[in-house]
C-alpha cells in the first residue's frame, strides 16, 4: 500500500477549518509573547525520528507475542511501512535497520524501493545478544567482553560486516548495544570483561569510514541481572571518550533505573559534546518500551528543554534520532506514530521557554518563578502547531485519523495476510 497525496488532500479538508482557527488562536497568543511562529514551524519541520525495521512488527513479552496481522515479513515490507509513515506525518524520513534481520540481498533494489518512498537509512544495529542459525560459537556468556578471544573476535567480525551493509545503503553510524553482564557474583570479572568490551570496541572503531560515528549504548539490566558490562551513561561515556572522537553515547530512554534524572545526564553529555543520538520510548518500571509520552511526558519535556538549551550553549553535535518502541497490546504503526507525535510536542513545547526569563530567574534564586515558566509551556497545548508544520510538509493533519480512515491496518492484511510476522521478533 502507498499513500499518495490525493489520500492526504482528501482526509485534510474535513479537518482544515477547525485547524486553522486552533491554530490561528495560537499562532496569535505565541506572537504576543515574542515568539516568532514561523521560526517554531521552521524547526519543528526540520526534526525527523528514525523508526527502528523491529518496531513495525507486534513485540511481546517472555511469555508470548500475539501479532496484529499484515505485519511485513521482508526488509521491502518494512521499508515500505515506513514510507507509510512517513507520508502522514512528513516527520519519519529514514529507517534504522538490524542486521542480521535486515540484510539487503539486492541492495541497488532495496535503494530503488527506499527512494520510491522518500526513505533513506539511519543508523545500522549490530546483533551480539543472540545466536544466528549457523553461528559456531556461542555468545551465551557475553560477546565483545566475553573471556574467549574467538567469541570475541567473532562478534567483531560481525560489526565490521554491519558497517559494510550500512556502507552499501548511505547509513552514517553504527549503533552498539552489548547485551553482555553477569547473573551471579563471582561469575566473570568486572575489569576484565570492561577491558576486552574496550579493546573489541576499539578494533570495530578502527574500521569507522571517516563521516561516521559510533554510537555506544548502555542498560543497567536484562539479560542479565547482577551486572552489565555498560551499565549506564558514565561508562558509556568513559568508553567513548577513550575510543575517540566519532564516538558518542546513545541515551535509550528505558535504559535507566527508576527515577533517574535523564534531563541531567543529557545536559552533562551535551556539555562535554558526547551525545550521539536518543533511542525514544516511555517506561514505567525498566526497559517497558512504550509509546513515547505515554507514561511520563513531563520528563521527555524537560529533557528537550535541556537539549534545546544545549544546542545554543554547547558545540555537541546535531544527535541521531530514532524510536526504539515495541508493544504487543497496539497496532505497531500507530504507536510509531503517537511516539513521532509525542517526540515533536515535546520540542515545540521546549520551544517556546522564555530562555531569557528563566536565566534570570535562576541568576536571581526565584525558584518558584523558574518552575512557572517551565511549566507554563509545557501547559501551553501546541498541538495545533505541530500539525501545522505536518500540513506545511504535506503531511496529514491528524496522521492517525488519516491512518484509521484510510483503512491502512486492514488493507495490509489483506495484501499480506494475517499471520504474516515480522522478521527478527
Not at 309 to 320: D, R, V
Not at 344 to 363: G, N, P
Request: charged share 25%; with cysteine.
Amino acid at each position: 500500500m502507498k499513500i499518495t497525496t490525493d489520500h492526504i488532500q482528501s482526509s485534510n479538508k474535513s479537518r482544515e477549518s477547525q485547524h486553522a482557527r486552533e491554530f490561528d488562536f495560537l499562532a496569535e497568543n505565541l506572537e504576543k509573547k515574542g515568539l516568532n511562529v514561523e521560526n517554531l514551524i521552521q524547526k519543528l519541520k526540520a526534526l525527523q525520528i528514525a523508526i527502528p525495521s523491529w518496531a513495525l512488527g507486534t513485540g511481546g513479552t517472555r511469555f508470548g507475542r500475539f501479532s496484529g496481522g499484515g505485519e511485513p515479513s521482508t526488509l521491502i515490507q518494512k521499508i515500505q511501512d515506513v514510507g507509510i509513515l512517513h507520508a502522514l506525518n512528513r516527520s519519519s524520513d529514514s529507517v534504522s535497520l538490524h542486521i542480521p534481520w535486515d540484510i539487503p540481498k539486492d541492495y541497488e533494489a532495496i535503494r530503488q524501493v527506499a527512494a520510491d518512498v522518500e526513505i533513506g537509512f539511519d543508523a545500522v544495529n549490530s546483533n551480539t545478544f543472540q545466536d544466528q542459525a549457523d553461528q559456531s560459537l556461542s555468545y551465551k556468556f557475553g560477546s565483545l567482553a566475553n573471556c574467549d578471544k574467538d567469541i570475541r573476535e567473532l562478534a567483531i567480525a560481525h560489526s565490521k560486516e554491519v558497517i559494510e551493509i550500512g556502507q552499501k545503503l548511505g547509513s552514517k553510524a553504527l549503533t552498539v548495544w552489548l547485551a553482555d553482564g553477569s547473573s551471579f557474583p563471582g561469575q566473570h570479572s568486572f575489569r576484565k570483561a570492561l577491558q576486552n568490551t574496550y579493546e573489541s570496541l576499539h578494533e570495530i572503531y578502527q574500521e569507522l569510514p571517516g563521516d561516521w560515528r559510533l554510537l555506544v549504548e548502555y542498560k543497567p539490566y536484562e539479560p542479565y541481572f547482577y551486572s552489565t558490562v555498560i551499565s549506564d551513561w558514565g561508562t558509556s561515556f568513559l568508553l567513548a571518550n577513550k575510543l575517540g572522537e566519532k564516538a558518542y553515547t546513545l541515551v535509550d530512554l528505558g535504559h535507566h533505573l527508576p527515577n533517574s534524572n535523564i534531563e541531567q545526564i543529557v545536559a552533562t553529555l551535551m556539555t562535554e559534546s558526547k551525545l550521539g543520538g536518543f533511542h525514544f520510548n516511555d517506561s514505567k518500571y525498566g526497559d517497558d518500551d512504550l509509546t513515547v509520552g505515554s507514561i511520563k511526558p513531563y520528563q521527555l519535556y524537560l529533557i528537550f528543554n535541556e537539549l534545546v538549551a544545549g544546542f545554543e550553549e554547547t558545540a555537541n553535535p546535531s544527535p541521531a534520532w530514532m524510536i526504539d518502541a515495541s508493544h504487543n497490546l497496539k497496532d505497531p504503526m500507530e504507536d510509531l506514530l503517537q511516539s513521532v507525535e509525542a517526540i515533536k510536542l515535546a520540542y515545540a513545547q521546549a520551544l517556546t521557554v522564555d530562555r531569557k526569563s528563566l536565566e534570570a530567574a535562576q541568576v536571581a534564586k526565584d525558584v518558584g518563578q523558574g518552575q512557572e515558566i517551565l511549566q507554563d509551556a509545557f501547559r501551553t497545548d501546541l498541538r495545533p502547531l505541530v500539525r501545522e508544520a505536518i500540513r506545511q510538509c504535506g503531511g496529514a493533519i491528524s496522521p492517525i485519523q488519516t491512518y484509521r480512515d484510510l483503512k491502512v491496518r486492514e488493507t495490509l492484511i489483506k495484501e499480506r495476510g494475517n499471520d504474516s510476522k515480522a522478521s527478527g521478533l
